[in-house]
């Protein structure tokens, strides 16, 4: 929940009344929403439950502890492939953006998965797991972006094509002069 502390923090600051009765405001708005309580309370509790609570301690008695922190996360982003059929049926998108989208989304479960694992096993308890897959459901998606973005971006826009040929400055030695 770290990663999340900083826009918190500045929309506190920002505005302390406000971000108090904005929080409040929707959260009651939401506790009316049938889709909103199915993804952030049915979901992440019964999610985290098969995959944390009752997959992970079978798994550790036979492939250890380690290896089921990295196992059971993959069986938990396989399960979101249902997505594919919803999202061909509602016909959003052609197919091959649809699988995309179901290989990006099985990456970052499989990620967050083994994120919630490892926090299961650290403390022993599923709420910690539950709590963390219920504030991230809406947030997740942007942050796997903002990361794929930043990966795919960095050496692209890092080229000296932008920025001309001569640096200002080097952190290559100075080459040898010759007489």
């Not at 990663?3 to 500045?10: A, I, K």
């Not at 971000?19 to 049915?42: A, H, I, K, Y």
């Not at 930043?150 to 640096?167: K, N, Q, R, S």
Request: aromatic share 14%.
């Amino acid at each position: 929940q770290v990663f999340y502390l900083g826009p918190q923090v500045h929309s506190a600051v920002d505005d302390p009344n406000g971000f108090t009765m904005e929080v409040l405001s929707s959260w009651r708005l939401c506790f009316g929403d049938v889709v909103w309580l199915r993804n952030q309370v049915v979901a992440p509790l019964m999610e985290e439950l098969v995959f944390r609570g009752a997959m992970l301690p079978m798994l550790v008695p036979c492939v250890g502890p380690t290896a089921a922190i990295f196992m059971a996360p993959l069986f938990f982003g396989v399960a979101h492939f249902h997505h594919i059929t919803e999202q061909r049926r509602l016909q959003k998108a052609s197919m091959r953006v649809i699988l995309l989208m179901a290989g990006l989304q099985f990456l970052y479960t499989t990620v967050f998965g083994s994120f919630t694992a490892f926090i299961f096993r650290r403390i022993g308890h599923i709420v910690g797991p539950v709590l963390c897959h219920s504030f991230c459901n809406p947030l997740l998606f942007s942050y796997a972006m903002e990361a794929l973005l930043f990966l795919l971006l960095l050496f692209p826009l890092t080229d000296l094509f932008f920025y001309g040929a001569i640096p200002i400055c080097s952190l290559a030695p100075a080459p040898a002069r010759a007489c």
